[in-house]
């Protein structure tokens, strides 16, 4: 029972981090939907992470008044010694195209089980610390420092560094799953891994995707406890196209090991404003 307990929290945990960093700068990303394969990733010899088994959706699109909207949908299911686990989420955010303002919503279900919702927004000064005020649940408010990345202000960091020959940065990320202190992200850059150039090609919008730059990143993430014993609360890597399109990524969390890989691409019209 506690070995299931343990992996139901752990799958929570790190459902809430897909898709929450990929480079892409803010002109360059293209309104998609996108659908992803979840399996098992890969694990160092002598681990045996459980078995996983679901899907992964994204949509990003423009919004009349300026910004971009995302939402993802993930549902997984986890098999380990000690039982199974089933996670469905829905996270919902947009963001001014400066990475000023961010608002977001969270909903989540484990095992049947439907947890709190989480909703909020930033509004960031243009000196000094911003801060996160939470109407789910009521009254939480959060300070931010100044620089603090979110989903979409992460991308265009993250392409602007690999355009630079950077090699990797560090910065406080907000994601707004719950109501506590931003993480702190350590990203470094590099080449795709072969298995991921050899993927097969996804259906749908093929222009989308075929002879675009692709980036590659891996991003720990830290919270204040584990920053000082050096050791990551999650990691993730990605390979993501220059047009913001995600072709292929990892979660790494504790014992779970997720994998996912584009199958679908469809393109999605400009709003009507």
């Known amino acids: 029972m506690r070995r299931h307990s343990r992996l139901t929290a752990t799958a929570a945990a790190a459902a809430c981090l897909i898709g929450a960093a990929a480079p892409a700068s803010a002109q360059d990303m293209v309104p998609h939907l996108a659908v992803y394969e979840i399996t098992t990733g890969r694990a160092p010899a002598g681990v045996s992470p459980p078995e996983v088994r679901g899907t992964y959706v994204f949509r ?28 469905d989420q829905t ?25 709190p919702e989480v909703r909020g927004e930033v509004d960031s000064p243009e000196r000094g610390d911003a801060q996160a005020r939470f109407s789910q649940p009521p009254g939480r408010v959060v300070t931010l420092p100044a620089g603090t990345l979110f989903p979409l202000s992460i991308m265009r960091r993250t392409v602007k560094a690999a355009k630079d020959g950077e090699t990797g ?20 850059l590099g080449k795709p891994p072969r298995r991921v150039i050899e993927l097969p090609p996804p259906q749908g919008d093929r222009s989308l995707v075929d002879g675009r730059e692709r980036f590659y990143f891996r991003a720990s993430f830290y919270d204040e406890e584990a920053k000082s014993t050096g050791e990551p609360r999650h990691e993730l890597s990605s390979v993501t196209l220059d047009n913001g399109v995600e072709v292929w990524g990892t979660q790494e969390m504790g014992e779970l090991r997720l994998e996912y890989r584009l199958i679908r691409i469809e393109a999605l019209p400009k709003p009507d404003c």
């Open 91 to 115: 996270s919902t955010g947009w963001e001014s195209t400066d990475g000023k303002r961010y608002r977001f919503t969270h909903r989540s279900a484990v095992d049947g089980k439907t947890e």
């Open 169 to 188: 940065f560090e910065a406080p990320f907000f994601l707004g799953d719950k109501p506590e202190q931003p993480q702190a992200v350590s990203v470094l």
């Open 60 to 87: 990003l699109q423009n919004e009349c008044g300026g910004g971009m909207k995302f939402e993802q949908r993930l549902r997984f299911e986890a098999k380990g010694s000690g039982g199974s686990t089933e996670v």
